[in-house]
């Protein structure tokens, strides 16, 4: 089968995205610069560059064999964007335009890109369409959403074959070669692994109980690591030259902040201790993606629930 670039397989999802194709027979290249990945997620049968997408020389070799691109790389910390905000255009804007430039210069124009719900910004509409109008509220969400564009434009100037896919909450763990793939962010951020964390001394904190939802708290929808994953495979194989699809991935549905505790309660088997504190600024009150197309353009469902997200990444600490 051909070879693929996996920019950030050194990364959460990357990694299992990676672990999946190699197990489904692509070769697989990884690039990755290990400023939030980990070279030892990268299986021993890819091949891997460790080195920076703003790095061109290295983006060009990393190229050689490849017929198709799945760009993971970015820095993706919301709060961080905020503070850094030139940081993040750089990395994540110029960095892959250089790595369009040179997938240009290489002949190789099949691309899966990384996209986020957090281009939608406080969407008042659930479940959140692709057709929705993305207005990012940080910037973060500002430069996934500059990257789609860069990919309109590519697909239609340069007959690129594109997929942006847009991520709800990702969650849960998957296994190679007898080891665990999962979160190993720093600091962590996302709900699941932290709350396996939280502890009598350092509770999980909720940020607000007052939200306009069914118990007060706020509403995410999440996707299980190896769904995600096996999505970009179907991507690939439904890439179109002169097409750029966004499409979003999720569950369709959404769980509360305490559902999702009382769920991993009842998993892990003792209570999770928690302390409700004020509002964060910039939450929205739920994200629910909409998930019709990419069942019909992708034939893609995901097939693993909130418990297995919970008990894999439970698992994968122990
Ligand atoms: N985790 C989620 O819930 C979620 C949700 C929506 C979108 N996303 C997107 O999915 C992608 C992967 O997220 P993740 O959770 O696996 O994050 P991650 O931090 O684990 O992975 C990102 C990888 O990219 C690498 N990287 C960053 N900048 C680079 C550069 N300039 N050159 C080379 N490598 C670079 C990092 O070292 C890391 O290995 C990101 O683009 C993120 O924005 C994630």
Redesign the pocket.
Known sequence: MSRVLV????????SATVALLLESGYEVTV????????ADSVPEAATFFQ????DGNVVKMALQGCESVIH?????LVGESVLKPDLYRT?NVI?SQILFDEMDGAGVSRIVF?????TYGDARVQPILETQKAEPTNP?GET?LAVDNLLTDLAAQESFAAISL??????GAITRDGKWLA???SPET?LIPNLLKATPSNPLKIFGTDWDTKDGTCVRDYVHVKDLALAHMQALAALVPGVHEIINLGSGGGYSVREVIDTASAVVGYTIPTEETQRRDGDPATLIASITKAKELLGWEPTLNLESMISDTFESIQ
């Open positions: 920019t950030g397989g050194a990364g959460y999802i990357g690039l990755d610069d290990c400023s939030t990945g980990h080195g920076s997408l703003l993971f790389a970015a820095k993706s990395n960095g990384s996209s986020s719900a957090a973060y996934k847009r991520y709800f909450n990702v969650a979160e190993r962010h996302h």
